[in-house]
């Protein structure tokens, strides 16, 4: 007598769910393909453009060395600019570029700032010392009517003394 070997009814069941939804499998398995196709060629592409920037930066550093100065350079500074030493172009045009502005600014700022803050400056001053000589005149004993009769004389001397210093 022959054994009967016992089928795997999933198998059958696999297929039938499979060729039924075929289309559902279909999309499915596309999606995963065009993302999987997707991530790996960011990351490829994100290495070799990694590397290609690496090499550009060394690669089209090279100069072809020409360039002219104002006058005739020495052998020291020869031997400097050949060392590298004296050949710093960026730091140079950086330098110049902050000293223009710097005295752009200084003289744009002084402008303005200037003409507000003294008129200002001028007006508050003024009324806070005429304040402060009138309170000491008070504190010596004068009386109100004498403080404010002597108060102009006063000022006008306290800021001529006070330019003289």
Known sequence: MKKHKNKNP???RILRELVGDWKKYIVVSLFLILTIGFVSGMYI???SMMSAAEQGST???LEHGHFELEK????EFLKEISAGQKA???S????KAKDELDEKFEKEFRNEFSKKFDAEFAGKF????AQQIRNSLLAQGMNDKAASKALPAVLKQAK??????
């Open 10 to 12: 999933l198998n059958r």
């Open 126 to 129: 003024d009324a806070s010392f």
């Open 59 to 61: 690669k089209y550093k």
């Open 88 to 90: 710093d172009v960026k």
């Open 72 to 75: 005739k350079a020495d052998a």
């Open 92 to 95: 140079y045009y950086l330098k």
């Open 160 to 165: 001529e003394s006070g330019r003289k210093i």
């Open 45 to 47: 592409a994100n290495g």
